[in-house]
């Protein structure tokens, strides 16, 4: 006890004796004023999101911590520079945050990083301490360039962040030529904090008619669905339809049904647009004969408004004349003479007679099959029926094979009496562009067999191919079906094609339709001749598959061919960002066309029309484009008028696209931690907790920072070492008091 008493006293006066030698401690410090600190508060809408089962949204949590007597901005003005700034679709410097009104639109966090980066580029940055719940509605650079110029200190709120949601997520369009249901939306659904519960997904109209609807059950808290919504829209052309997701305690058939259990409504729909039209799609049908096929192909294009069918039928081959001195026999063929108005039109002997049917009066086939690419590329698709090859010319058969290769068309023939290996089309450049190698018949000793068609594996996941919703009503509805007599054999299909339908003749498979990418278009072979045949087995209640399967067909060969006049629309990367237009023009023979003057008109949600003039692009030719500002939530249909270098106006087109800039804030609720972790690891910085910044400021002198001054503090003036040697003596003469010693 007395040594340790003794140790307590030596200890005092060691320290006493030590404030004697004043000893001087060296200390490096922010210099006050030096260095900039920035405080960066979201000012968006998504602030005022409240989370589930608080009464306190994240703005109210905000502006009980930026009051200006706050003790930690207080504390933050003595070392550093303090600046101010609340950020939405732009950055805005403030005297005070608690002035923030969480109206921003968007949250452009990316932008405003950028904004800071390059205002501070040349001044000194202690770091930035950021208030956001995360959510950006723009992208953000993680470039270690750009995020080390100083470190970002994200704050988040305390206590809990759950909620009750259901948003639309990732959506996407796709039109086929299944006539039951031509559109196809994919849609991801997300729901938050409803497990258990049932969600109702509906598609709607213009009309507020529901298209289609699916039910689910949500198997979690965080839980996504992928839903496929197959529908035929209402009209033609360019439309909007509306997807909405709602609890199915909430949901009804009015599109303007709001829900009041989740954290926000505004998430819950979504603007699709629809281009259900693209026509007048012209097809050129040439037969070598009359026959039930073109009869029962025109009856059926006769029910899309879409699709025109031209047709071009022979009715008697070229013959030589025989006058034998009979002076009063004219150069007229003496099926045509007498029926018309103008004889050096009409057909000579020396020429086959052609009928035109469906064709305007003055159109490019009042001479024959065209003979020029501007008449010919005016048509979308050709069909060639029982013709041979020597009806057309080498020229002719070239621009056919150019037809598709070049300008983008479509082809298919046939299986009549004289077409393929019948028609001569070996080593013909028609024979080139055939999916189908025409040459030896493999199987010519069963060209009088019946033979029975179906689909393959491959035809049966072609949309324009299936005439049922289900595989069994697919199934049962080939066991109808009637066997054919008229049908060409092939040898083989060429490399590349795609075996789409078969034909059972005796036990053996046989290509029955075949089809194959060509340049840039697309080619087909039909090997049955007697197609009308499927038509005669049905009754007068049952349904015209024949008429549809025309219909799809027509549509598929039609569906991608490019048009003079084609029109584009760029989404933009951020909502804030405008809609790129973009047009391409062709001539007559399908090559860029320089020169035009375009102008767009468009109808906003409002009923407001804006025209626009186009620009050319100088780096493409034949293309031009504008940028258009879609500043309101809805349809925008648009009519585009081209006219070209000679002053004709170019073929029309209308077209539209659909926007909700007011729905990029809600499009995700859940705070991003995730994002402001990574933000604050590339930066050097770290996340706080808001109850915790009163301290993490007091500590930050302590860090790194631009400038800084070095002090020297005796440490005589430290109140700690003269309180350890007044310690040490009270404590040693307490001992000796309390164990009795002198």
């Not at 790194?704 to 700690?720: A, D, G, L, Q, S």
Request: aromatic share 10%.
């Amino acid at each position: 006890m007395r040594l340790f008493a003794a140790l307590l006293k030596s200890l005092a006066f060691a320290a006493l004796a030590l404030c004697l030698l004043e000893p001087v401690q060296k200390l490096e410090r922010p210099l006050p004023g030096a260095n900039t600190l920035a405080i960066m508060m979201d000012n968006s809408r998504s602030m005022e999101l409240r989370p589930s089962g608080s009464s306190v949204s994240r703005a109210q949590q905000l502006r009980e911590s930026v009051q200006p007597n706050a003790s930690w901005l207080m504390r933050a003005g003595q070392d550093f520079a303090v600046k101010k700034y609340l950020f939405d679709q732009r950055v805005q410097a403030v005297e005070e945050l608690d002035k923030a009104d969480f109206k921003g639109q968007y949250s452009m966090l990316g932008s405003a990083f950028q904004t800071l980066q390059s205002r501070f580029a040349k001044r000194p940055m202690a770091g930035l301490i950021l208030f956001s719940d995360g959510l950006t509605t723009d992208e953000i650079s993680f470039d270690d360039d750009q995020l080390s110029k100083f470190p970002i200190y994200p704050v988040v709120a305390s206590g809990s962040n759950t909620f009750q949601d259901i948003s639309i997520g990732e959506t996407s369009v796709s039109l086929s030529s299944f006539e039951l249901s031509p559109v196809s939306v994919d849609a991801i659904i997300e729901c938050h904090g409803i497990s258990g519960r049932t969600v109702i997904a509906r598609v709607f109209d213009d009309a507020g008619k529901t298209l289609e609807k699916q039910t689910f059950r949500v198997e979690s808290d965080d839980f996504q669905k992928k839903l496929r919504f197959q529908f035929k829209p209402s009209g033609t052309g360019w439309q909007t339809v509306t997807l909405r997701a709602m609890l199915s305690s909430e949901d009804s058939d009015d599109p303007a049904a709001i829900s009041s259990t989740e954290i926000t409504e505004l998430n819950n729909v979504r603007l699709i647009g629809v281009d259900r039209g693209g026509g007048p799609y012209r097809i050129l049908y040439v037969a070598g004969r009359p026959n039930w096929e073109f009869k029962f192909l025109r009856r059926a294009l006769e029910e899309d408004l879409e699709v025109k069918l031209h047709g071009l039928i022979r009715v008697a081959k070229k013959e030589p004349r025989f006058s034998f001195g009979d002076r009063t026999l004219g150069n007229v063929n003496p099926l045509v003479e007498g029926f018309t108005d103008n004889p050096d039109t009409a057909e000579a002997h020396d020429e086959p007679v052609l009928i035109k049917v469906g064709v305007e009066e003055g159109s490019q086939l009042q001479a024959g099959f065209p003979s020029g690419a501007e008449d010919l590329f005016d048509y979308h698709a050709i069909i060639l029926d029982d013709v041979e090859s020597s009806f057309f010319s080498s020229e002719q058969m070239l621009l056919m094979r150019q037809f598709v290769a070049e300008r983008g068309g479509g082809f298919m023939m046939l299986g009549g009496q004289e077409s393929f290996l019948g028609g001569n089309y070996e080593g013909t450049p028609i024979g080139d562009l055939l999916p189908v190698y025409v040459r030896g018949l493999e199987f010519a000793e069963l060209k009088s067999s019946l033979a029975q068609y179906s689909l393959s594996r491959e035809g049966q996941l072609q949309p324009w191919l299936r005439l049922r919703a289900t595989k069994k009503d697919e199934v049962d509805r080939f066991s109808q079906m009637p066997p054919f007599l008229t049908w060409n054999s092939i040898a083989e299909v060429k490399p590349g094609s795609s075996t789409l339908a078969t034909l059972q003749v005796e036990g053996r498979e046989l290509p029955g339709l075949v089809s194959q990418r060509f340049g840039k278009g697309q080619s087909a072979a039909l090997m049955i001749g007697d197609f009308w045949r499927w038509s005669m087995r049905r009754s007068a209640t049952d349904k015209d598959d024949l008429a549809q399967t025309w219909r799809q067909m027509a549509r598929w060969l039609t569906s991608d061919v490019p048009r003079r006049v084609e029109f584009e629309v760029t989404p933009p990367k951020s909502p804030s960002d405008p809609h790129r237009l973009t047009v391409e023009l062709r001539d007559e023979e399908f090559k860029p066309m320089d020169n035009a003057t375009i102008q767009v008109t468009v109808t906003e949600p409002s009923g407001k029309e804006i025209t626009v003039s186009l620009q050319p692009d100088p780096q493409v030719s034949g293309r031009y484009w504008t940028d258009y500002w879609s500043r309101f939530d809805g349809g925008y249909a648009c009519k585009i008028r081209p006219v070209g270098p000679d002053g004709v106006d170019l073929e029309p087109l209308d077209s539209g696209w659909t926007a909700q800039p007011s729905v990029a804030e809600f499009q995700r609720v859940m705070p991003d931690l995730k994002l402001l972790e990574r933000l604050a690891e590339r930066s050097g910085g770290e996340v706080i907790e808001m109850d915790d910044l009163e301290s993490f400021v007091s500590g930050l002198p302590s860090r790194k920072v631009p400038i800084t001054e070095t002090r020297t503090e005796p440490w005589w003036h430290r109140p700690w070492l003269v309180l350890f040697a007044i310690s040490c003596l009270c404590v040693e003469w307490g001992m000796r008091r309390w164990k009795g010693l002198p």
